[in-house]
């Protein structure tokens, strides 16, 4: 079992930058793939980005193609999001997911899931 929790959205201009973060516990951390989802009001839960247990293989959803950076600090077991020139369809609950299986952007195959943090972005 591992714990995820996020941390660091927030309300922001369209056009600015948040920085998530996501810290892990109770397992050990290297041994995971991590990604992250977001889900928008009335919407289905969709991919955003995936990082491989070392950090060297990235998956992103081309909405957000350029604009995000996920990145890996295994000796912190932490996950990060930047995201910049945010939009406000960028606005949902972002959440933190990891798996032992594969880095991949199918749901489905995520073991363990955070609670969310919030983003809001506004015109």
């Known amino acids: 079992q591992v714990q995820l929790v996020e941390s660091g959205g927030g309300l922001v201009q369209a056009g600015g930058s948040l920085r998530l973060s996501c810290t892990a516990s109770?397992?050990?951390?290297?041994?995971?793939?991590m990604g992250w989802f977001r889900q928008a009001p009335g919407k289905e839960r969709e991919f955003v980005a995936a990082v491989s247990v070392n950090g060297g293989s990235t998956l992103y959803a081309d909405s957000v193609k350029g604009r995000f950076t996920i990145s890996r600090d295994n000796a912190k077991n932490t996950v990060y999001l930047q995201m910049n020139s945010l939009k406000p369809e960028d606005t949902a609950v972002y959440i933190c997911a990891a798996t032992t299986s594969r880095i991949t952007t199918i749901r489905q195959r995520y073991d363990y899931w955070g609670q969310g943090t919030q983003v809001t972005v506004s015109s």
């Open positions: 109770g397992r050990t951390f290297s041994n995971y793939h």
